[in-house]
């Protein structure tokens, strides 16, 4: 008998060192070769494997039969035949295996390598389908009883039989049986074909030295993206576009995505604590941070027995590219994932109806500039909603367009203008890229090519999480550190704020009154036609918006003297006021200390700190303050500068 990791025998390794010169890294799959095996399913990979290696064959009729348990006859004859039906002697000693079924010899060879044992009283049970402990422990067993390190205990772990307590660690460890959900093995439940195809595949890559990659643990939860080229970026006549998301050509290798956002019950089950400001189980999680983000993946894959993607030291994160556990998809997966085939600005076409996605949706995508509500206030939810509702896109991922802003790999930066292979962004930075728009953005910042950024180490009530995993083998290592350092030169704080309507000056002269700052206040060189709200001012301020216009202002402050810029404005339209940008754009920021605070009649902040992050890219940008209009409030105004301003 062979009892070492070298099971499979000189014939099997050979025929798979053979066909795995013929079949690249087992990439797209774009035909699993059965017509009941969709390419998209998350078993396509290993079925596709398994047929290629003659490691299973279909039932017939151009069938597979994923999803149908596979018995304990059938599995004798697939150890059987990848050994190559060696000549076996002798008879079984089971009553229930007769003379001459297509299974008898394979039977009796695994009876006789002690791989498949019978039940007692003279019974072998081949029509008795096999469950996913059987599955393994046999399996365990044909790879000659491996010792392994004791894997994490999996919440049903007590359901397990002592028989096959070793055998499950070792796949566990090795990634050859993946869970069905997270911290979930189900031992008792039965084992279908596709799950011994997977299993099969990843100990064939094993014996041959390629890292396995089990497909997603649960797949009601994940979906396979296959990898592709595509024009990602923006066209220049694409209504309210950003001059970030210049086109170019992205190529990106097959992964698994999450079909739906973290919700917030799977982060509460895996991080011990909810953050999100409205609360519901199936509900996204929001208010995390980039490095809660990374955390969560790390814990979710060490829940489920896999390898982690990330090391963490300080705010400096490397990421194993070969390791198969979670993490955040990189800014391309997640555009390509977003698009799903298409050059529209939302995967649903070119606007947003109410029905299409959970955003700040009032005034419409691409209007007349008028400041007028074209969809009515009630199309406003002021909320997440569930991570399944509205309609999923073509490839099954639901709300990539608004409900919660979704972190990524990314460090915010140019895009690279070659063709590019799976990027992942710059090495450091201040702000990460989110992507999707949140329930508080408006159409053109919830557009599949919107850049969203935000600082990585600050949260917000309107993003998430949507993890994702490897679904080919990959090697490399990527770091991301946070490189922006704050200045400590004079400990001097000033007081930068716009204020059209009197509603920002306000809360402007407030905090002044209690912090002491020096002030300053933004003004147009030229001021707008009107200043009051109403359809002229609109018009002018969103086309300024728009064409992110850089207008002159009548007196520019100076800022060498300062550490920290308290940088207040009005929320318009989810975006900063063009006066803002203006100083933001006319300064040399770099090493100054950002908090924002803003006045804001709905939106809360919208994409208005995303905006600053961009224009400031060296500087340091903390937790900011908003209010609705003229609501403020001493005691939070002195709390937030006692947190925010050192």
């Given at each position: 008998m062979m009892r070492n990791l070298k099971r499979f025998g000189a014939l099997f390794l050979a025929l798979v060192l053979a066909l795995s010169l013929a079949v690249p890294a087992f990439?797209?799959?774009?035909?699993?070769?059965?017509?009941?095996?969709?390419?998209?399913?998350?078993?396509?990979?290993?079925?596709?494997?398994?047929?290629?290696?003659?490691?299973?064959?279909?039932?017939?009729?151009?069938?597979?039969?994923?999803?149908?348990?596979?018995?304990?006859?059938?599995l004798a004859t697939v150890l059987y035949r990848i050994e190559g039906t060696p000549a076996v002697t002798g008879t079984d000693a089971y009553t229930d295996t007769p003379d001459g079924a297509w299974y008898s010899d394979a039977v009796l060879w695994v009876s006789q390598q002690s791989l498949i044992t019978g039940y007692g009283g003279g019974l072998f049970g081949p029509n008795d389908p096999v469950s996913r402990e059987q599955m393994t422990t046999i399996l365990w067993r044909y790879a000659g009883s491996p010792s392994a390190e004791r894997a994490a205990d999996y919440n049903d772990e007590a359901a397990i039989a002592s028989y096959a307590a070793a055998a499950v660690d070792w796949a566990s460890v090795n990634d050859i049986v993946a869970p069905l959900s997270t911290g979930v093995f189900s031992p008792k439940s039965d084992a279908t074909r596709a799950h011994v195809a997977a299993a099969l595949m990843n100990y064939s890559r094993q014996q041959t030295g390629t890292t396995p990659v089990p497909p997603a643990a649960n797949n009601e939860r994940f979906v396979r993206i296959n990898g592709g080229t595509f024009q990602m970026g923006s066209p220049t006549n694409e209504p309210e576009r950003s001059s970030d998301e210049i086109q170019h050509n992205v190529t990106v290798s097959s992964f698994y995505m999450a079909r739906t956002e973290a919700s917030q019950a799977e982060y509460q089950a895996v991080m011990g604590n909810n953050p999100s400001e409205t609360k519901g189980d199936d509900l996204p999680v929001t208010n995390i941070t980039w490095y809660d983000a990374i955390e969560y993946c790390n814990r979710l894959s060490e829940a489920e027995g896999l390898t982690s993607c990330y090391t963490v030291s300080g705010t400096t994160?490397?990421?194993?590219?070969?390791?198969?556990?979670?993490?955040?998809?990189?800014?391309?997966?997640?555009?390509?994932?977003?698009?799903?085939?298409?050059?529209?600005?939302?995967?649903?076409?070119?606007?947003?109806?109410?029905?299409?996605?959970?955003?700040?949706?009032?005034?419409?995508?691409?209007?007349?500039?008028?400041?007028?509500?074209?969809?009515?206030?009630?199309?406003?939810?002021?909320?997440?909603?569930?991570?399944?509702?509205?309609?999923?896109?073509?490839?099954?991922?639901?709300?990539?367009?608004?409900?919660?802003?979704?972190?990524?790999?990314?460090?915010?930066?140019?895009?690279?203008?070659?063709?590019?292979?799976?990027?992942?962004?710059?090495?450091?930075?201040?702000?990460?890229?989110?992507?999707?728009?949140?329930?508080?953005?408006?159409?053109?910042?919830?557009?599949?090519?919107?850049?969203?950024?935000?600082?990585?180490?600050?949260?917000?009530?309107?993003?998430?999480?949507?993890?994702?995993?490897?679904?080919?083998?990959?090697?490399?290592?990527?770091?991301?550190?946070?490189?922006?350092?704050?200045?400590?030169?004079?400990?001097?704080?000033?007081?930068?704020?716009?204020?059209?309507?009197?509603?920002?000056?306000?809360?402007?002269n407030l905090i002044h009154e209690i912090s002491g700052f020096d002030i300053f206040r933004l003004e147009r060189a030229t001021p707008y036609a009107s200043s009051s709200n109403g359809p002229v001012l609109y018009g002018e301020a969103l086309n300024e918006l728009r064409s992110e216009a850089v207008p002159e202002l009548k007196e520019y402050p100076n800022i060498d003297q300062y550490d920290t810029i308290l940088l207040g404005y009005c929320n318009w339209w989810s975006s900063i006021p063009a006066c803002v940008r203006t100083f933001l754009t006319r300064n040399d920021l770099s090493g100054k200390t950002i908090v924002p605070f803003c006045s804001m009649g709905g939106g809360h902040f919208g994409q208005t700190i995303s905006a600053i992050a961009k224009l400031a890219p060296d500087s340091v940008i903390k937790e900011g303050l908003e209010v609705t209009y003229s609501s403020y409030d001493r005691a939070e105004i002195q709390e937030w500068l006692n947190n925010s301003v050192q």
């Amino acid at each position: 008998m062979m009892r070492n990791l070298k099971r499979f025998g000189a014939l099997f390794l050979a025929l798979v060192l053979a066909l795995s010169l013929a079949v690249p890294a087992f990439a797209a799959v774009d035909d699993a070769g059965f017509s009941d095996v969709d390419a998209d399913a998350w078993y396509a990979e290993a079925v596709m494997y398994c047929q290629e290696h003659n490691l299973m064959a279909g039932i017939g009729n151009n069938q597979f039969a994923p999803e149908s348990n596979l018995t304990r006859a059938q599995l004798a004859t697939v150890l059987y035949r990848i050994e190559g039906t060696p000549a076996v002697t002798g008879t079984d000693a089971y009553t229930d295996t007769p003379d001459g079924a297509w299974y008898s010899d394979a039977v009796l060879w695994v009876s006789q390598q002690s791989l498949i044992t019978g039940y007692g009283g003279g019974l072998f049970g081949p029509n008795d389908p096999v469950s996913r402990e059987q599955m393994t422990t046999i399996l365990w067993r044909y790879a000659g009883s491996p010792s392994a390190e004791r894997a994490a205990d999996y919440n049903d772990e007590a359901a397990i039989a002592s028989y096959a307590a070793a055998a499950v660690d070792w796949a566990s460890v090795n990634d050859i049986v993946a869970p069905l959900s997270t911290g979930v093995f189900s031992p008792k439940s039965d084992a279908t074909r596709a799950h011994v195809a997977a299993a099969l595949m990843n100990y064939s890559r094993q014996q041959t030295g390629t890292t396995p990659v089990p497909p997603a643990a649960n797949n009601e939860r994940f979906v396979r993206i296959n990898g592709g080229t595509f024009q990602m970026g923006s066209p220049t006549n694409e209504p309210e576009r950003s001059s970030d998301e210049i086109q170019h050509n992205v190529t990106v290798s097959s992964f698994y995505m999450a079909r739906t956002e973290a919700s917030q019950a799977e982060y509460q089950a895996v991080m011990g604590n909810n953050p999100s400001e409205t609360k519901g189980d199936d509900l996204p999680v929001t208010n995390i941070t980039w490095y809660d983000a990374i955390e969560y993946c790390n814990r979710l894959s060490e829940a489920e027995g896999l390898t982690s993607c990330y090391t963490v030291s300080g705010t400096t994160v490397t990421w194993n590219k070969s390791a198969n556990g979670y993490r955040l998809p990189t800014e391309a997966e997640w555009e390509y994932a977003a698009r799903a085939n298409t050059s529209t600005p939302f995967s649903f076409g070119d606007y947003v109806h109410n029905s299409d996605a959970n955003c700040y949706n009032a005034y419409g995508y691409n209007n007349d500039a008028s400041g007028n509500w074209v969809n009515g206030s009630d199309s406003y939810l002021r909320r997440t909603v569930e991570v399944d509702q509205y309609a999923a896109n073509v490839y099954g991922l639901y709300n990539m367009h608004g409900n919660a802003a979704e972190w990524v790999w990314d460090w915010y930066g140019a895009y690279e203008s070659q063709v590019s292979n799976d990027p992942t962004g710059p090495e450091g930075g201040n702000a990460k890229i989110v992507r999707g728009g949140g329930w508080n953005d408006h159409p053109k910042h919830i557009r599949s090519a919107y850049r969203g950024a935000h600082p990585a180490d600050v949260s917000l009530y309107s993003i998430g999480v949507r993890p994702v995993r490897n679904a080919e083998t990959t090697t490399g290592q990527v770091r991301s550190v946070y490189s922006t350092q704050a200045e400590q030169g004079t400990g001097r704080t000033l007081i930068v704020y716009f204020s059209q309507t009197g509603n920002t000056e306000g809360l402007a002269n407030l905090i002044h009154e209690i912090s002491g700052f020096d002030i300053f206040r933004l003004e147009r060189a030229t001021p707008y036609a009107s200043s009051s709200n109403g359809p002229v001012l609109y018009g002018e301020a969103l086309n300024e918006l728009r064409s992110e216009a850089v207008p002159e202002l009548k007196e520019y402050p100076n800022i060498d003297q300062y550490d920290t810029i308290l940088l207040g404005y009005c929320n318009w339209w989810s975006s900063i006021p063009a006066c803002v940008r203006t100083f933001l754009t006319r300064n040399d920021l770099s090493g100054k200390t950002i908090v924002p605070f803003c006045s804001m009649g709905g939106g809360h902040f919208g994409q208005t700190i995303s905006a600053i992050a961009k224009l400031a890219p060296d500087s340091v940008i903390k937790e900011g303050l908003e209010v609705t209009y003229s609501s403020y409030d001493r005691a939070e105004i002195q709390e937030w500068l006692n947190n925010s301003v050192q």
